[in-house]
């Protein structure tokens, strides 16, 4: 199964990827089971988000900036609300980065 990498740049990515990056200097683990770690984190992200999130967002704001580059979408609003039946937020700004999903099947 195919994976995208863009969870990585998440906060529990990051996390996952600076703590693996000190237990390689450290010693603890080898730079080859860091980056098996690491590739079965996406896995996981992708499989937890197609199967376990059922919920439904609408997304409302000023575009900014939009790109669209090696199949993938990415999006920067402003002042931009999500709504979902059981609340509503408002930010400042936020980036979507969007991907095809049919692409991890080739």
Sequence with gaps: M???ELYR????G???TETLDE???????SPELAIQVLIQFDKSMT?????QVKSKVTIKGHLHTYRFCD???????????????EC???VG???IVACDSKLLTQ
Excluded: H, P
């Excluded at 237990?23 to 683990?29: A, D, K």
């Excluded at 499989?47 to 199967?51: I, R």
């Excluded at 199949?71 to 039946?85: C, E, G, M, R």
């Design 47 to 51: 499989e937890a988000l197609d199967s």
């Design 88 to 90: 509503q937020e408002t």
């Design 2 to 4: 195919a994976t995208f």
């Design 9 to 12: 740049r998440s906060t529990i």
């Design 71 to 85: 199949n993938v979408w990415t999006f920067i609003l402003q002042d931009a609300t999500f709504k979902s039946d």
């Design 93 to 95: 700004r936020v980036k």
């Design 23 to 29: 237990m390689v200097q450290n010693g603890t683990l």
């Design 14 to 16: 990051m996390c996952l």
